[in-house]
């Protein structure tokens, strides 16, 4: 069954540094997602592309962050200059259609901000 | 306030019963519904989606939806202790894209 892949699984970084996790998307999905679970809370929304542009973003995805889809495969997630409170697991998604249409969500990326 | 509302548990469970698990959402206007199983320190993995009122059924797994009371459930039937996670209900609210999650509801299922 086709699936989601993030890299990497684990990222630790130095509070400042930037920092860009990747995601391969199921292939013929179109609607891609970025959430992020911070330990112990529930899983939160920061934004969704299509058609190479964001179509909906969170109050939490401010101008430190910036997803691209650098070619026909992958999506990523920049977080330009990291805090501490970016300490999360990072999950991406991706959908075939834009609304009555399941999500499904790759492995996560466990991102540790030092 | 809240979006969308779960009890979070523990639920406890014994093993070949039934587990129910429920939310409810604010939104009136919401037209998805999904149930994700997410293990500790995994990703969440779709379960059930259902767009409208009624009862969907998939193996041991029901989902319920009633829009006029801004309610959803999840049946399971024949617990079993791999069925041992957190359940999340997500929802597509009224035009967004986005899926609102809730807490989440921690089913342990008892041998």
């Known amino acids: 069954e086709p699936e989601v892949t993030q890299t990497p699984s684990h990222q630790v970084t130095q509070m400042g540094q930037e920092v860009i996790l990747r995601c391969v998307p199921i292939?013929?999905?179109?609607?891609f997602y970025w959430y992020r679970q911070i330990l112990g809370q529930k899983v939160e929304f920061l934004v969704s592309?299509?058609?190479?542009?964001?179509?909906?973003k969170s109050e939490i995805f401010d101008d430190q962050f910036s997803v691209e889809r650098p070619d026909g495969s992958n999506f990523t997630l920049k977080i330009r200059s990291t805090k501490l409170e970016d300490s999360a697991m990072y999950f991406c998604?991706?959908?075939?259609?834009?609304?009555?249409?399941?999500?499904?969500f790759g492995d996560g990326t466990r991102l540790s901000i030092l | 306030q809240k979006e969308v509302e779960q009890n979070s548990g523990p639920l406890s469970v014994p093993e070949g019963a039934i587990a129910s698990l429920n939310c409810t959402y604010s939104d009136r206007g919401s037209q998805s519904f999904f149930w994700y199983r997410q293990y500790s320190g995994k990703s969440p993995e779709l379960i059930m989606s259902?767009?409208?009122?009624g009862d969907k059924e998939d193996g041991r797994f029901t989902a319920q939806l009633n829009k006029a009371s801004q309610y959803v459930s999840l049946l399971i039937r024949d617990s079993q202790p791999s069925d041992s996670a957190t359940y999340l209900c997500?929802?597509?609210?009224?035009?967004?894209?986005?899926?609102?999650f809730g807490t989440g509801t921690r089913l342990t299922i008892i041998p």
């Open positions: 259902i767009y409208s009122n």
């Open positions: 592309f299509y058609n190479n542009e964001i179509s909906e």
């Open positions: 998604a991706s959908s075939g259609g834009r609304l009555n249409q399941p999500q499904h």
């Open positions: 292939s013929n999905h179109l609607y």
């Open positions: 997500a929802v597509n609210g009224r035009g967004n894209e986005k899926l609102t």
